[in-house]
């Protein structure tokens, strides 16, 4: 199995952040980086996952790029087919698009309305999506979508894989059901392999199987130099998502805690991660040297 360890943005300055994520972008390319994962947060002040997807494509050509996660419900499924299957001809090997069927915050969650049942509504979007990414042509007559011969052209020539996000037990079976790959956050090594257990039984049910390198979780590592004030406002965003749960579990602290962190997630199954640091990063070449550096050697 092959691990592989990507980026996940942070916040950019909201003054500035067209030429930082450019620089950032080609940090990560010269760098020799494996993704880069872009958020779907509307008023965060970094640039739209979508977009992002594209400029960072466009400036490299090894550098993965995914989404980490799509809002896809209250998004229109053959309109982001047709941009998907753009950059995937455009960038072969190169987009990683995963999903989610709501934002994290309540600020976030009214720019996604949706007519209906939320979950009911993502399950019949991830299926038009699938189906238009993959087909010549679709007729699909649904509860809350309505295709008649629609097609996306140019297709990818290998169908995108479509990962989701998710952490309830409900979203993880849907894992096994509808997804070619699982991308987690906010858990533990523990919880982790027990969900990457009730996807595998979730698929086979179903008469699937996901691929067993298609399991993974983001990682937030607390950088060397992160000050306190950033470190427990990262402590309470992890109790505001899991109450549940000591936030120090979901904190990795120091490289040395993300290497011992990361072996944990691998021995429960899981072989792709997303890292996060839980603060801005004031230069992103020196972090990405102490990121290849430290993490790099884990890849195999």
């Known amino acids: ?35 880069l ?11 739209d996952a979508t977009v992002g997807m594209a400029w960072a494509a466009a400036r490299t050509r090894s550098l993965k790029v995914g989404t980490g996660v799509l809002v896809l ?9 047709s941009q998907l299957a753009s950059l995937a001809v455009l960038a072969p090997k190169r987009i990683l698009p995963a999903f989610g069927v709501r934002a994290a915050t309540a600020a976030e969650r009214q720019m996604y ?5 939320r979950a009911e509504v993502f399950e019949e979007a991830l299926v038009v999506l699938r189906r238009l990414l993959s087909e010549p042509e679709v007729t699909h007559h649904g509860t809350h979508f ?15 894989d479509l990962w989701l996000g998710g952490r309830a037990e409900v979203g993880l079976r849907r894992v096994g059901r509808l997804a070619d790959g699982w991308l987690g956050s906010f858990l533990t090594p523990d919880e982790a392999a027990r969900a990457r257990i009730t996807i595998s039984d979730a698929a086979r049910a179903a008469g699937r199987e ?24 990262m402590l309470r965003r992890s109790a505001q998502q899991r ?8 904190l990795a602290r120091g490289w040395d805690g993300a290497r011992e962190q990361i072996r944990q997630f691998v021995e429960g199954g899981l072989t ?29």
């Open 272 to 300: 792709k991660f997303v890292l996060r640091p839980a603060a801005p990063v004031p230069d992103w070449p020196a972090f990405l040297d102490q990121f290849s550096a430290e993490l790099g050697p884990l890849e195999t």
């Open 73 to 81: 419900p209250g998004r229109n499924p053959a309109l982001l087919a």
């Open 146 to 160: 309505t295709l008649d011969g629609a097609s996306v052209a140019p297709r990818p020539a290998r169908p995108l």
């Open 1 to 35: 199995m092959k691990v592989r360890i990507g980026i996940g943005s942070v916040g950019l300055r909201p003054d500035a952040p067209g030429s930082e994520f450019s620089e950032f972008v080609d940090a990560l390319e010269q760098k020799g980086i494996d993704s």
């Open 37 to 47: 994962w872009l958020p779907d947060l509307i008023s965060s002040g970094g640039v």
């Open 243 to 250: 109450p549940d749960t000591d936030p120090e579990q979901l």
């Open 113 to 117: 309305p949706v007519p209906g049942v």
């Open 210 to 233: 996901i691929e067993a390198d298609h399991y993974g979780t983001n990682v937030t590592v607390v950088a060397p130099g992160t000050s306190e004030d950033r470190v427990t406002a």
